[in-house]
């Protein structure tokens, strides 16, 4: 198997160039970890697609260990005895929910099944998404609102959450485009409206962090995106928000 060696004393494994039988790949990846062991190396990574998922107990033999999964992928790690920290294991999942009012001094509800009381819309952000494409979209789908994305005005975490993670959720300010509701994932969403914020607010059905978070919020400046000099290349960070304040 083909191997990189990265800036952290480290060894990366290329899963293409893995062989699909086991006996094969406890040999290559013997020889890679008997490799590390002269060398002095710290941690051995390798990623297996599901279709290699075969392979995976024959790298648990030799002291793999899992470090992350993917939906189609895991990710195994070999530990040197130098080795005491291991980087980037995944702790939270993410979360922006949409602050949306308008003329007439309404806030933007949904209604999910199943659930009493009415929320902000919003949702998780998926994976290489970034907060502001993923509360507007989660926005259009669950309201029909078009919105443009002004600000991050709040965070809020929770733990536990799912799965021993935790979870952490991003309130942001949004300015409504079109006024008409039209829902498009109604299996997940029975009901969109502007209700009053005062109403909101004072209404003991709702639950009391929306409640508190649109007392709170609205009118706040918060975090906008912001465009740096120089930011680009291998460090090029996709959103970033300052206060303006």
């Not at 006996?23 to 002095?40: G, H, M, V």
């Amino acid at each position: 198997m083909e191997f990189t060696l990265d800036k952290f004393n480290g060894i990366i494994i290329d899963p293409a160039t893995a062989p699909h039988d086991a006996d094969s790949f406890n040999a290559e990846l013997s020889e890679i970890t008997e490799f590390s062991k002269q060398n002095n190396k710290g941690i051995i990574w390798i990623s297996l697609p599901i279709s290699l998922s075969h392979l995976i107990p024959v790298a648990t033999e030799l002291g793999f260990v899992f470090h992350n999964c993917l939906e189609d992928e895991i990710t195994l790690i070999h530990k040197s005895e130098i080795v005491e920290f291991v980087p980037f294991i995944p702790t939270h999942t993410l979360g922006a929910g949409a602050l949306i009012t308008n003329e007439h001094n309404q806030v933007l509800m949904i209604n999910e099944h199943g659930m009493t009381g009415y929320k902000l819309p919003g949702g998780h952000i998926e994976l290489g998404e970034g907060i502001e494409e993923s509360v507007v979209r989660e926005t259009l789908e669950e309201t029909g609102i078009e919105a443009t994305f002004i600000s991050v005005v709040g965070m809020a975490t929770r733990h536990p959450y799912q799965f021993g993670k935790s979870n952490l959720y991003f309130i942001c300010h949004l300015i409504a485009q079109t006024q008409e509701i039209a829902i498009q994932d109604t299996d997940e969403i029975a009901e969109a409206k502007w209700v009053d914020v005062e109403e909101y607010i004072n209404n003991p059905d709702s639950y009391p962090f929306n409640r508190q978070l649109v007392g709170s919020l609205i009118g706040k400046q918060g975090l906008e995106l912001t465009q740096l000099e120089g930011n680009s290349g291998p460090t090029h960070k996709p959103e970033i928000f300052f206060s303006q304040n």
